[in-house]
């Protein structure tokens, strides 16, 4: 099913990332693994979790020559991952290679999803630094319809762009869209943030949800309200 709740696991270590998905005894979230974890505990983390039947999104946005991000592609295929990104500005020859790397001799291969511009650059420092003339949000759309032309399978975007992205690049291309909170809890440092409920009917096809659940009192009671208001 291309629509779900996943759980970012922004954990430092291995013994932190088990004792949080042992809470989870009748479901298997989908779970995001990020560059933290990974580089801290490697491979075997990926496939730790897997053994353990979650899904993974491993978040580790590559960005290099095509010939070196599709043999890395090839690695992370090997490890049995549900979903993986790069960053949409290695071009489209890129993205194309990366398909490439990702497809396993059976023809399967993970979701592949593209960032754009990561939200914590703005509009000033995209100008000034990187020389990008165009405005935001035609630059966000530019490289998600990029991606949609290399054939990647979607783009990580803000829950309020969701609605955009898809008239832009098609219903069926993918939005996955962190910045989630519930009605009644804390933005931390997110700025521009959505219920799950709301994400659901503006168009996320997968919510990336980290703190609400991670740091509830009750992360498997949180986890279930995602579920139910994103996918009820
Ligand atoms: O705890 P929280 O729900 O804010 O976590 C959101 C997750 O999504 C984190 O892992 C964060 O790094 C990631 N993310 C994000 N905004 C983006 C891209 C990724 O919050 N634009």
Redesign the pocket.
Known sequence: MNRDVII?C?FPSREETMAFLDLFKEEKPFV?I?MELFYAEGPEIVREIKRRGHKIFLDLKLHDIPNTVKRAMAVLSSLDVDMCNLHAAGTAEMMRAALEGLTRPDGTRPLLIAVTQ??STDEKSMREELWIDHPMDETVMHYAKNAAGAGLDGV?CSPLEARKVKDACGDSFLTVT???RFADSAG?D?KRIMTPEKAKDGGSDFI?????ITRAEDPVAAYRRCVAEFLG
């Open positions: 970012a922004d995001k990020g990561l939200t990580v962190p910045g989630i931390d997110q990336v949800v980290g703190r609400p």
